[in-house]
Each structure stands twice: as structure tokens, then as C-alpha cells.
């Protein structure tokens, strides 16, 4: 018997557990989606209906299916975290043997009316299985290497089936976030300090090759290193994306260049606008002051599930909730990240303000168990 | 129950742990990010704001300033100067014939180049600049600057050009910078951008060439915002460059001035060394040019009397003139023998005047014959019969070891152009080049520094200095990089016995000093500098008639090695005049002017010199044009 189910009856039941939500991160989806919803507006040049009105019809249902999430118990999300990784796993060879071809990858899979990306599910169907199998592993045997093992491989597994679409940034995403709930569980730093040192040796090993007989890329895979490194050296080419973002954002200035007047978004200098690089139009047109207050509403998000976690006392609830908002910051740090030419480009959008219907239900649904967790802790 | 309530309790302090190191973390992330939107839209907004314009940020390079090159006592021997000058930029001028002829009321321009330069402006894209006129006097360059305002498109600017103040003096040693040509770029693999500036200058001969890398120094840049049409609008940003490296030459100025001027008119070549550390003193050719008309871009008419002068201003005489070293090489000849053990320094030869030798007769250079000489006769006399003799017991291949290990017939590694190997030869050595086998004729020619023998100035000063030294001196050129001193490692020795490097060195005082000396006429008689040397014809062609009688380019060459003071050598200069007749003669008493202006820092007391020759040396004196040091500002004079 669970340290948990001893404190059942002091969870709130009906009607109350509304009172029990954890308001303040509710409040902060919403400013950060309602953000979202101005820019699309503004990137449609002033269209509702292209693309605001079905991500605000996305909002609301993926609000519902929160609450509903929310307000079933922790301990049957537990129970499902296996069955849910099982699922997506499944998915994922799906999309792999049938999936429609969208962006030159395989990612979607048309089941009857709508549209599943299975490996926006993977992201948190893993975090919450990881999480059940630290919460059931006796804390004593986390670093042994045997039962290192195991996660790593219940980790690789869906990123190798990812690599396959191929969807890079979404597999750099799994393997983040699953490495995030195994370093909350406490799983040794030797572990974590190995890993980045083999990455950095690698990354070092794969630049020292460059020219010489053991090569380790092909040339065009250095040309977008080279990119990433100096995107003005060949702006018209490989490193134009990333260099009229940049100009989007640096031209935002301190106010910016106001509400749908920003010159790069509107004569379409800039790609992928709705998507990927919806944060530079936010930048151009609101400046420093919407961009900064944007990166505040997130930091407000991470702050508030980390406070969530830390003062739950169920191991699951806590190892889910910090999970989950690891992966949410990654998606935010990362997207920021690239668009102002910190990171290589890579494919991830800027979550709950980038246009996307799975994206933005999965990741309301992941708050969904936050909000269970936060609800059924035991008190 | 206990226990696994601890449990529980250390597992919730572990996480709380890490929760903590991951907010941590992802708080420095989000300040990562802050700091860099700060940066962007904040710091560096107009830039970009600019940019979203339409208009474009270009970088543009700026030139570093050339590293300077001094003597060894801080004397500036390549600088750069400021150089004024003017453009027209045709998009700002309107009616550009009309500007010019304005413009040509201020400043000295010539029809024909006022005519080209119409031409070449229409040439060029509006914005460009086009030089009107280069390294204009400073009254010129004010009085375009009081009238610009008169003058649309019309731009006053200073530039660095490289200037030589030295001039002729250190032509071949430092060479010169010019502007890059297409060759030039076609010639390097991955051109530093610089080089693709209008008139960069780069060096294209000598020091300047082969230290290019060095003194060209680094770029700075400029972020410039510029406009649709390429017109520059602002500046946004500026990194300075690095300036080249400084150069100290082991030259001294004053010697090198006085070598040249003392080998006057002639066709020829001296080099003087310091016989420890190996430090190049002097090294000059005569006649020399000046380097500043290359920089300045030589005139058809000046370059072509340079090309067409028979004694050569362009060639190197110094580093890259081969000659056959004649009786200079005997000391090389002696050494060999005495190392082998065919002679000894108690054993004489017979010279008669001349050998016979497979059915050919070699005469000696005295047909009456020399009698009985030993080592240090047969340097004295120069008698050539004697190595004759030697050479054929000891065997070319020896000969050519003994010429390698004293520096002649191997390249030295100087940062000056076409450095020459010269040739020491040997059997292998003529079998690859000729297809031959040698032949004991030619270990009897190449036993006189005739024959295949050929060997720069260099390599007999560096002969003269091991000799003097008994060690491996090796030559330098380069003192100290941005006043870090190149290191001297102490030249190892030459690993040959003193007594027999005593035999040649009392040789080569007899030749100086003996009674039979051959080249007594130039000896000193100051103690203190007494002179060991050795003195050299080389046949230009195979008949020796009597010098006075034949046109200039058949006569001998002369050469003369030496170094002083004999009992504690310091300096050891080597010279050769081409076309000079007898070394004794013509080169003896040039060498010892030059080496004893080494000794005395200056212009040699008439008390150095016998008294029946004081008169003339002192009309000499009188007459030579000489660098006045008091008109010479050294670097720390300027600093």
C-alpha cells in the first residue's frame, strides 16, 4: 500500500476539486495561447478565420480535455503510463509503415476525420511512463547499471522510430525529456556527465574531420553547420531563414514596430511564419517588451509546476510534473533558441503560440496530469 | 515500515535535489535568452532595423599598417609613409570633365593621363572611387582640401604606402612591395582577403617577400551601412586590425652604406659577417636601384636602362651570383688534404710551373714555378701546382665534403630571394647532371676553385667566418621579431683540428702579411686588426692573356675572402668583382676597406694603413658620399 492511497481521504472528491486546480498555471496557458492567437491573427494579415479561429477552437477543446484530465485520479494515469507508452510505440511503426507524407517526413496519421502525430504523444506518454517505472524501481537501485539500462532503452526506442520519419528535432525532444525525468529521479551525475562528454567528443570528432580522409558528414551536413556558425556569410542561400528572422526580431527594437506592422512578416520575408518562426513576428512587431514579457509568461509556466512537483509528495506525481514541464521549456528555450541564431535550425515550434492542432492538444493534456497531480497530492 | 518510511524520506530529499538543480538550470537558460533578446533589439536594433530597410551592413576591411623594418641599431630601414591623395567618385561629380579640369588647376595632371583617367572613370561603376593623383605633395593635397566644397565627388584622402629611406643601400636585401597582381593571387591558395583591396601592397622580392606573412599584420574591419546604390552611409562598428610584425635586420646600416658606395662603379658583390654569431653585417650588390620607383610603379623608360645595363642592378650578386671561387676555394683543397693525411704541415711539393696529367698540361698561374711549398707557402703564393697534386690524392668526393661542412655548395636559409645553392661538386653529382664520369681533370680544376666549383659571395664569407671561428656558423639575417630576439643557438664545432685549421688560417695571414703574400699590397698595419685573407681570379674564359687587353665581359672576376682581427677574429667579409681582373689587385684592397670599417665602426684611421698608401686611401675617403649618422633618427629617437 502506497504512501499515496493511505492519504486517500484527504482528496478533495465532486466538485471541489475545481477549487483545488492550480489556478495560476491555468491563467498563464491562457495569456501565453492569447498571445498566440493575436500573432496568428497578425501573420494572417488580419484573418481570423486562417488560422486564430481554429487554434482558439483547439484552445478551448484542449482546455476541456485538460480539466478532464485533471480531474480523474492521479493513480489511474499511473496505472495507464505503461498502456500509454505501449499505444504510442504502436502509433509510431504505424506512421513509419503508413503514414501520409507531410513536410518531406512522415509524421501524420489520418485516422478516419483527424489527424494524429504520434510522436507529439510519444512525448508524453514517455515522460509518464518513465515516470511510473522510477516511481515502482526502489530508490536504492536507480544508478545501478542494469536498471539504467532500461530507460534509456524505453527512451531510444521511440527516438530511433522518430529518426526514422526523419524528424530530428522532435527525437533531440525525447531523448531531452526522458533524460530530464531520469536525472529528477536521481539517477547518478557520472551518468549524465559521460553522455555529454561523449556528445562533445563527438561533435568535436565530427568538425576535426571535416577535409580529411575520415570525414565523418557528408559535405551538405557541414554546409548547415556552417550556417548555424555564420548565417550572414551566405545570406541568400542555406542561411536565409535564419537571417531574416533575425533581422524580424532585431528590427523589433525596444516597442517594436507595432501591432500588424511588422515589415519582414508582412511582405512574407520571413518562412514558416505561423509555425516555427511565429516568435520573430511577436519580436518585430511588440518589441523587446512583448518578447521579453512573452519568455516571462513561460518562465512563470516552468515556475509554477516546479513548485507543484517540489512540494508533492507522491514520487509519480512530482517525477510527471517536472517531466512535463521540462519538455514544455524545452520546446520554448529551444524554439527561442534557434530563431535568435543561438542553436543549429531545427523543427520544433514555439508551444501553444506556433499554429498546430496536436502540438497544442497533447501539450494541454500533459498540463492535464499536472493538474491531477496537483489535485490528488496527497496533503 | 520504519525503514521504508527513511527510504521514502531520502528519496523525496534526492528529488527535491535535482528539482532544485533543474529550475536552476532552466532559470540561467531563460537569462541566457533574455540577455540575448537584450542584445538583439536593444544593442543592436538599428542595425537591424536598418537592414529590414532595405539597406545592407558591408564589412570593409581595413589595411593593417605594415610591419617596420630596422638595422641592428633600431634605423628605420622600410616604413610607411603617408600618402596623400585624390578621388573622384563620378556618382557625386555630375559633370566629371568639368570637375577635372577644375581639379587639374590645383594639382599637376598631364593631358594623356587626364584623357586615360576620363576613360577609366567611365569605366567604373559610379560609386567607385578612382584615384586622380597619388603621393601628392602636402601643399597640393591642402590646397585640393580648401577647394573640395568647389569640387563635387572629389575626395581628399591619406593613405600608408611603403617607403624605402635607405634606398639603393638595402634594395637587395629587402626587395620591395608592389600592388598584388592576378598572378600573385592565382599564386596563393586561400588569398587573404586584404589582398583583394586596391593597391594593397605586398611584397613581391627579399625580405619583404619572404616575410610577407610576418609584416603584412592582420585586417581590421569596418561595418559600414551603405545604400542601394553602394554608397557608404555611416559607420556601425569598428575592430582595429593588427598591425604587422617589426623587423630587425643584423645589418648595419652605416656598413652596408659603405660597402656599396666603396664598391662603387663596379659590377660586384660583398659580404661581411660576424664570425661568431654568424649575424649578417653587409651584404651588397653594386650597382643597386631603388626600391621606392617599384613602389611607385617604375617607369617603362627607368625600368628598361635597369634591364639593359650590362652590370646587372637587378641580380642579387650577393646570394644569387654563382662563381667559380677560384683560388678562395684552395683553403677548402688545404683542409681536405690535411684531414685526409696526404700532406702534412712539415711537407713540401715540388711546383715547377706546371703538371702534366692525361696528356693536357695544367699550368700554375706562375709559369716559372713556385719550387718547394708547404701548406702555409702554397696559400701564401697561391701556388697552384701544390693542389694540383693534393687534390688527386685526397679525391674530389673529400674536397666536396670539406666544401660542405664549410658552408660552400649547400643553400642557406636566408629570407631574402633566390638564395643560391652553388655547387661543390662530386662524382655522383656530375654523373645525374652531365651523364659523365668525372674525370681526374676536373678534380685538378675544381682543387682551384675552377671547373664545376661555384659558390656565391655567401658561402665564402660563411667559409671565411668557420674557418676563423672553427665553428659552424650559420648566417643571419633576421635579429628580432617585434623586439623578441631571434635565438643563436652557439654553432657547433666544426669538428676539425685546430692545428690544421691553424695551418690554413697562418696560410691565409701569410698571404696578408708574408713576405711573398699575394696580397701584401692590402694588408693593415694596425695590430690590433691584422687581416688573414685569400685571394681569388676566376677565369671567365680558358686563355689567360693579360687583363688591360680584353673587353670588359672577358676579363676575370676578383675575389677576396678575409676576416680580422687575426688573433681574435670578430668579422669575415667575402668580395668579388666581376670582370675586376686580379683578386689581389682589384678585390684585396676593397675587402680590406670594407672589413675594416667593420672593425673601427666607422670610417678606418690613415694609421691602419701602410704609409706609402695613406695619400690615395685619404683622397678616397675625402672623396666617398657617405651616410651622415647624424641625419639618421633610430627608433628610439622616434618613439
Known sequence: ?379 | MRRSQKQAQESRSLLTRRGLMLGGAQAAIVAVLGLRMRKMQLEQADEYRMLAEGNSVKIRLIPPARGLIYDRNGVLLAGNEQNYRVTITREDAGDVPKVLSDLRRLIPLSDADAEDLLTDIKRRSPSTPVTVADRLSWEEFSRVAVNAPALPGVTPEVGLSRAYPRGPDFAHILGYVGPVSDYDLSQIANPDPLLRIPKFQLGKLGVEAKMEDDLRGRAGQRRVEVNSAGREMRELGRQEGEPGSNLQLTIDYRLQNYALARLGDESAAAVVLDVQTGDIMAISSAPSFDPNLFVRGISSANYKMLTDDDHRPLADKSVQGLYPPGSTFKMVTALAALEAGVIHPDETVYCPGHIEMGGRRFHCWKRSGHGRVNVIQSLEQSCDVFYYEVAQKVGIDKIAEMAHRLGVGVRHDLPMSAVAEGVAPTKAWKQERYGKDWRIGDTINASIGQGYVLASPLHLAVMAARIASGRAVVPRLIRSRDGVETPIAEAPPLDISTAMLDQVRRGMNAVMNGSHGTARGSRTVAAEWKMAGKTGTSQVRSAVVNNKNVPWEQRDHALFVAYAPYDNPRYAVSLIIEHGGGGSAAAGPVARDILLFALADGLPPLSAYPENQRSTIRTRQEEMDLVDPASVGTAKSRA
Not at chain 1, 259 to 278: A, C, V, W, Y
Not at chain 1, 341 to 361: E, K, N, R
Open chain 1, 1 to 379: 500500500m502506497s504512501y499515496l492511497e493511505s492519504n486517500l481521504k484527504t482528496v478533495p472528491t465532486g466538485m471541489r476539486k475545481v477549487l483545488y486546480l492550480n489556478w495560476p498555471l491555468i491563467v498563464l496557458l491562457t495569456a501565453v495561447a492569447c498571445a498566440g492567437f493575436l500573432m496568428l491573427y497578425s501573420v494572417a494579415g488580419g484573418h481570423l478565420d486562417t488560422w486564430a479561429a481554429p487554434q482558439m477552437k483547439r484552445f478551448a477543446a484542449g482546455i476541456i480535455a485538460m480539466l478532464m484530465i485533471g480531474f480523474t485520479p492521479i493513480w489511474f494515469w499511473r496505472n495507464v503510463s505503461a498502456l500509454a507508452y505501449i499505444f504510442a510505440l504502436l502509433l509510431l511503426v504505424a506512421v513509419d509503415l503508413f503514414g501520409a507524407i507531410g513536410m518531406g517526413a512522415q509524421r501524420w496519421l489520418e485516422l478516419g476525420p483527424i489527424r494524429v502525430q504520434p510522436s507529439e504523444l510519444m512525448k508524453v506518454a514517455l515522460v509518464m511512463f518513465l515516470a511510473a517505472y522510477y516511481d515502482w524501481l526502489d530508490v536504492s537501485k536507480v544508478s545501478r547499471p542494469l536498471w539504467v539500462l532500461v530507460p534509456v532503452a524505453i527512451i531510444l526506442l521511440p527516438t530511433f522510430l522518430v529518426l526514422a520519419q526523419p524528424d530530428l528535432g522532435t527525437a533531440v525532444m525525447l531523448v531531452l525529456g526522458g533524460g530530464l525525468v531520469m536525472f529528477a529521479a536521481g539517477v547518478s551525475l557520472w551518468y549524465f556527465g559521460t553522455v555529454i562528454a561523449l556528445v562533445v567528443a563527438l561533435v568535436f570528432g565530427v568538425l576535426e574531420s571535416r577535409g580529411t580522409d575520415w570525414q565523418l558528414l557528408h559535405d551538405y551536413q557541414y554546409a548547415r553547420v556552417d550556417t548555424f556558425l555564420d548565417p550572414g556569410a551566405d545570406p541568400l542561400g542555406a542561411g536565409y531563414n535564419i537571417t531574416q528572422a533575425q533581422i524580424a526580431l532585431g528590427s523589433g527594437g525596444w516597442s517594436g514596430r507595432g501591432f500588424m506592422q511588422g515589415t519582414q512578416s508582412r511582405l512574407n520575408f520571413l518562412p514558416e511564419k505561423h509555425t516555427d518562426f511565429i516568435f520573430t513576428t511577436l519580436a518585430e512587431e511588440f518589441g523587446f517588451v512583448g518578447a521579453f514579457s512573452l519568455l516571462m509568461l513561460y518562465a512563470g509556466i516552468i515556475f509554477v509546476s516546479v513548485q507543484s512537483a517540489l512540494s508533492n509528495k507522491d514520487r509519480f506525481s512530482s517525477l510527471l510534473t517536472l517531466g512535463v514541464a521540462g519538455t514544455f521549456f524545452f520546446f520554448f528555450a529551444i524554439n527561442m533558441a534557434m530563431v535568435m541564431g543561438l542553436m543549429p535550425v531545427v523543427g520544433v515550434p514555439l508551444p501553444l503560440v506556433s499554429y498546430g492542432g496536436t502540438a497544442m492538444m497533447i501539450l494541454l493534456a500533459a498540463f492535464g496530469l499536472v493538474q491531477s497531480a496537483h489535485i490528488h497530492r496527497p496533503r
